[in-house]
């Protein structure tokens, strides 16, 4: 980006042009978005290459099956097989490469081959919202809790919160989010039959139809409990620890002395000076971890037939339906580039260095 | 802090000898080695002390645990404890062998990415973007279905290969600082050439930060390998930890009863081995790491 504002600049005579290039590169919020989106790009060009350079070429894979089981001609096979991938091995790689560019900007990432007639966008659609409601709304909980728990842990430390938390967080850590989803169904489950585990299976009860209302909105809650109770166990005693040693640095800060010198109130020296600045160097952490918690869902819906995004990839390894595959990878990214994005934004609000300070980034 | 490199090489004994105390000190820590070193202990030698022949037995189908079999049967009516025993090789090497992979792969690259800066320097960063952005586990999970794994060496490989950036960032980070230092300068001047500035000069200085991140590896790759195995992507020849859940949970056995102590035992084993990993970096931190010790 700035060898290209630099070259633009030497060649602009207009200034106008330069003066918007400068003022991009100045602008910390634009240029963040211009490396997201760049990212994106390398993620989409990445996906494009690995599919084309890995062993089994999904088309060739593709066109010997449908000769094989239906007997069809190579002609019929290579030309339903160049709709299905959207490509054709036939056209020169860089014309199917601006080709598949053109096809993510409008939106069509081409059809799925193991559900003739639907498209990767229309799979995506039906099944991503699932699990970012319910990986979304298990972050914000355990990230709360967490954070304050942290907090709690800070000022009483050596307390009986404190060590609990500690040896509990290490425990909960040290469990990987399947097994502890797998131990759920079976002793919660199966061995003390506290849980429904037929009905709580799927993101909704069959007949129930999305609507904006109370039952609808209790049922997905419903459906969705147990892999929050994962995603949230898992991490929340992470938040918690991590919390603690933040704060626990800020407390020792020099600033923190000062307020209570000047007589600051309590709730006032927690929120403003201790809180607001132990929180900071965590929202980075947060951004990656959620892209972690995406990446785990692919474990935690399997494990209880969730239908959400990580089943759905699953069942298209499994399948090798591969235009799905890179659709889901290509969707995955995103999200996570965008919490990132979403994340280093907030930081730079919460922290004016960020959008001031360095110049190399 | 600005210790001569030489101060820290010489003493090494003693500093072992110390670095031992602390560790059996601490409670934790302790218990946390003991069982990394039993767990891996028993996965190492096991294998060549226990007879391997585990025949099925027909009439003992989910046996529950007795004094012939200590955790029960399986669905075959195979002993499950020797299962476990003979289980552990493969999680055990793949993890520490994944894990030493990407430490290496990331001091190398980190290391040397900060020392030259420049456009090395940014290309790393900008791979490293890519990479961090999709999360490990899918991307393993895709490269497993294209790649036969069909050997532990070659899932370390996978899984070392694709889990350095996080560590090869923060690394990276640490040069940085680092390379500013009058011992670095020092060695500069000497003229000592770059690869002994690097690897003799500035990595022994973040070694104990290296020793903690590889046993964070370790965990990680773990957690990557059974989840491998749990979904099934990873080849499901014989029989180990992974695999062993897997079965439960393909078979339907997890809804099963009198199936509880072969579902369990390869569980506790994985949860114990990633318990005791985490013990053991825990209290490294605190030792190493002395500002975190002022209570």
Redesign the interface.
């Known amino acids: 980006m700035t060898t290209a504002s630099v070259t633009a600049e030497r060649r602009t005579s207009e200034a106008s042009f330069g003066v918007v290039l400068r003022k991009v590169r100045n602008s910390y919020v634009l240029r963040r978005i211009l490396?997201a989106l760049f990212?994106i790009y390398?993620?989409a060009t990445?996906v494009f290459f690995?599919v084309r350079l890995?062993?089994?070429n999904p088309v060739d894979v593709y066109i010997n099956s449908q000769i094989a089981m239906y007997g069809k001609s190579y002609e019929t096979a290579a030309a339903e097989a160049a709709a299905l991938f959207s490509f054709d091995p036939g056209t020169p790689m860089w014309r199917q490469y601006v080709d598949y560019l053109v096809g993510i900007v409008r939106g069509d990432l081409g059809m799925s081959i193991l559900s003739p007639g639907t498209s990767v966008v229309q799979k995506i659609a039906l099944h991503l919202p699932w699990t970012l409601f319910s990986v979304g709304l298990a972050m914000i909980i355990s990230v709360s809790i967490g954070l304050l728990l942290g907090m709690v842990m800070a000022y009483r430390?050596?307390g009986i919160i404190d060590h609990g938390v500690s040896t509990l967080g290490?425990?909960l850590?040290?469990?990987?989010n399947?097994?502890f989803a797998?131990?759920v169904?079976?002793i919660g489950a199966?061995?003390l039959h506290l849980i429904d585990f037929t009905r709580m299976r799927g993101h909704s009860t069959p007949g129930v139809t999305p609507e904006f209302s109370f039952r609808y909105l209790s049922d997905a809650l419903y459906h969705a409990t147990l892999p929050m109770v994962v995603y949230i166990f898992t991490t929340v005693g992470t938040w918690a620890l991590v919390m603690k040693?933040s704060t626990t640095q800020i407390l020792g800060e020099d600033y923190v002395t000062v307020a209570r010198a000047r007589g600051l109130g309590d709730g006032r020296i927690r929120s403003m000076y201790v809180g607001r600045n132990a929180v900071l160097p965590l929202v980075a952490q947060i951004a990656?971890q959620a892209?972690?918690v995406?990446?785990?869902a692919?474990?935690v819906e399997?494990?209880f037939s969730y239908d959400g995004i990580g089943i759905t990839?699953?069942q298209s390894?499994?399948a090798?339906d591969y235009p799905v595959?890179q659709g889901i990878?290509l969707v995955?990214?995103i999200t996570?580039?965008l919490a990132?994005l979403i994340a280093d934004l907030v930081y730079s609000v919460l922290d004016p260095r960020i959008r001031t300070g360095e110049r190399e980034d | 802090m600005t210790q001569p490199t030489a101060a820290i090489v010489t003493p090494r004994a003693s500093a072992v000898q110390g670095f031992f105390r602390e560790l059996t000190r601490s409670k934790s820590g302790f218990v946390g080695l003991i069982i990394v070193l039993l767990i891996v202990g028993m996965s190492a030698i096991g294998p060549l002390v226990v007879d391997p022949s585990n025949p099925t037995d027909v009439n003992a189908i989910w046996g529950r645990p007795s004094a012939a079999h200590w955790l029960g049967t399986d669905g075959a009516g195979k002993d499950t404890f020797k299962q476990i025993v003979l289980g552990g090789r493969t999680v055990v090497f793949v993890g520490f062998a994944a894990a030493a992979i990407t430490t290496v792969i990331a001091v190398v690259i980190g290391s040397l990415a900060a020392y030259f800066r420049g456009r090395f320097d940014a290309v790393m960063l900008q791979i490293t973007d890519v990479v961090m952005t999709i999360p490990q586990i899918v991307l393993l999970a895709v490269m497993g279905a294209f790649f036969r794994l069909d050997s532990p060496l070659w899932l370390a490989l996978l899984i070392g290969a694709l889990s350095w950036p996080i560590l090869m960032r923060s690394i990276r980070a640490q040069v940085l600082s680092l390379k500013e230092r009058e011992f670095v300068e020092a060695a500069r001047l000497l003229d000592l050439g770059t690869f002994r500035v690097v690897f003799g000069e500035i990595v022994p200085n973040m070694a104990s930060y290296i020793l903690i991140n590889f046993i964070i590896a370790v965990t990680n790759a773990i957690y990557a390998l059974v989840g491998l195995y749990l979904l099934g992507l990873a080849p499901l020849a014989g029989s180990n930890w992974g695999i062993m859940i897997n079965d439960a949970w393909m078979k339907g056995a997890m809804f099963q009863n009198d199936a509880l102590p072969y579902i369990l035992s390869p569980v506790a084993m994985i949860v114990l081995l990633q318990l005791g990993l985490i013990m053991l970096t825990r209290t490294l931190e605190e030792i190493l790491n002395p500002r975190l010790r002022d209570k």
Do not use: C, D, E, W
């Open positions: 490396r990212v390398l993620v990445g690995m890995l062993p089994g430390r050596g290490s425990v850590h040290a469990i990987p399947y097994l797998i131990m169904v079976v199966v061995q040693s990656t892209g972690f995406v990446g785990g692919i474990f399997q494990t990839l699953f390894i499994n090798r595959i990878l995955i990214t996570v580039v990132n």
